[in-house]
């Protein structure tokens, strides 16, 4: 049996961007991002590490050979890498797409290292939203669609539901808000504080929520729940969350 790929194992550069001098204008995911990208999502996202290893577990539990698998926003490939490692010998596509190519220059780099077969995954430089999803038995959107305009969420979602196959599954992971507004500064806070345990200044956490504030826009977890419904999602289980960042999984009604 092929040893596991171990997906992760290249340590990126340290993310301290936003350390020396506020980066100007809004989040942009440029060549800078890119570079401290595996570091920055680790300490900034509580739990990230457990969503990409079980986004590999469920993508073996629902992805029947000769189907495809989506990673849309799939920055460097996290999730993508992980499944190649998992899915090693099944015949299954998996299709990792980003509209930022810094970041699918570090993905494309890090998979013909990592000895990922060329058939096996196809690294697209495309927006999610022209991206055509066709006998898709997973699609998985980890915390990418907070960064698509709110009016082009629906169409997104509804495309994804008419491309997947008739047992296919979603895995949506979001940062989230939450309805009550005391409730949310406290998540909200807590987060702050998992930051700074992360090694993040007070002022690097205050530059870089600033630059998010006008390009991630969280919804709360009804409004997500009523757009999977809206687009034909049959059932809809909250798998993970701590504090405001969340993780679904969506599943489309078997049509047999
Ligand atoms: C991970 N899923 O490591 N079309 C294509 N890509 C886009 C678009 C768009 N319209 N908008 C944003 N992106 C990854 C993490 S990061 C999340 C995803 C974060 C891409 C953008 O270039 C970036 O790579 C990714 O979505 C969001 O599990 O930084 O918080």
Redesign the pocket.
Known sequence: MKPPMKPSMKPGQRDDLYATRAMPGDFV?DERVAAV?DDM?HR??PG?ATI?AMTAALAERYCPPGTRIY??????G??SLAIADRLQGRDCEIIA????RP?LDGLESRRAELGVRAGAMQCRH????DCVIENASLV?L???L???TPEDRSGLMQRIHAGMTGRGAMILSEKIVLPDPELNSLYIDVHHEFKRAMGYSELEISRKRAALEKV?LPETVADHRARLADAGFESVEQWFQCLNWVSMLARKRDER
């Not at 990673?71 to 460097?76: A, E, I, K, V």
């Not at 797409?97 to 930022?100: E, Y």
């Not at 495309?126 to 939203?129: K, L, S, T």
């Open positions: 995911f990208f999502i900034s996202v990230y990409v990673d849309l926003g799939c920055s460097l996290a999730a797409v980003d509209s930022s970041m495309q927006d999610i939203r998985i980890n915390f990418t907070q960064f698509i991630l």
